[in-house]
């Protein structure tokens, strides 16, 4: 599949619904009408690792014209520039001082289809009052150590998604990428502000395990993780480690091979 790469702040606004139109100057893409594109959000555009697919572009309009000939219609579902000195100044950012008035450019206007209904962003009407969820983690690597990412998914007691949302990682171990997907969803557990009892579900007995105490953690590159994520649970008035078979940890899962995915087509 195609990609288009939004800086963070543009990807926010898609994921609002506020944008549903990208400019693109130099564009070696090919990018057609009713084609399925990848949107990757660059949360920090200098760690690649930070990339990730938020959804699909389904495009509806591919025109061309020079920066110069926009009109007020061409913004629509853009975001918007308070003049042309500014326009020009931020297309120069990012593509470079050769870009003038005259430098042509593609709208391509779209419909965006979210990865999941709630991937990666809790609306706070829905978590103000939840106190106790189900968080499912996990995390893969193909290689081994190689391409790795994690992934998780947060559920309230009634089994209601409310996040999913994996991570690429880079070249790491299976185990690492186990431990991240914890520590990550516990983080975002913290973010939410308002739960107090997390149940964990893994399919990791290694994890589970070690979490429980049951295990030692031998692995030396492990402890500072360890140690993290312990630290992350005493802010919780209760955690819970329950080891699961994998057919019962499909969306954390799902999560993880949608980020190793996404990083694929980045990379290619």
């Known amino acids: 599949m195609k990609t288009l790469k939004l800086e963070h702040d543009l990807a926010e606004l898609v994921l609002s619904g506020k944008k549903n139109s990208t400019w693109r100057m130099f564009d070696d893409k ?5 084609d399925d594109v990848a949107l990757i959000d660059k949360v ?9 697919n938020i959804g699909t572009a389904h495009i509806n309009e591919v025109v061309e014209k020079r920066l110069g000939d926009l ?15 500014e326009m020009l100044a ?9 870009v003038t008035m005259a ?22 009407k829905n978590t103000t009052n939840i106190t106790e969820v189900k968080l499912f983690a996990d995390g893969g690597s193909r290689g081994n150590p190689g391409p790795s990412a994690s992934g998780f998914a947060v559920l309230d007691m009634h089994d209601k998604v409310l996040l999913k949302q994996g991570i690429y990682l880079g070249v790491t171990t299976n185990n690492q990428a ?6 990550v ?8 502000g308002t739960v107090r009892d997390v149940h964990v579900y893994m399919d990791s007995l290694l994890v589970i395990n070690q979490m429980l105490g049951i295990f030692k953690v031998k692995n030396r590159d492990l402890w500072p993780i360890h140690d993290a ?6 802010h919780f008035r209760k955690v819970t480690f329950t080891q699961v078979p994998r057919e019962y940890n499909k969306l954390a899962d799902r999560a993880v091979n949608e980020a190793l995915d996404a990083a694929s087509e980045i990379q290619d």
């Open 30 to 34: 090919d990018i057609s009408v009713n």
């Open 71 to 85: 009109t007020t219609d061409d913004m629509a579902g853009h975001e918007q520039f308070s003049s042309p000195a």
């Open 229 to 234: 994520i312990k630290e992350l649970i005493a």
């Open 44 to 52: 920090d555009s200098a760690n690649r690792a930070s990339w990730k």
């Open 90 to 98: 931020t297309y120069q950012k990012y593509y470079g001082a050769s």
């Open 185 to 192: 969803g516990l983080q975002e557990l913290l973010r939410m």
């Open 178 to 183: 186990e431990y991240q997907a914890l520590k």
């Open 103 to 124: 430098t042509p450019l593609k709208i391509i206007r779209f419909s965006f289809t979210p990865e999941n209904d709630s991937f990666a962003h809790i609306e706070e």
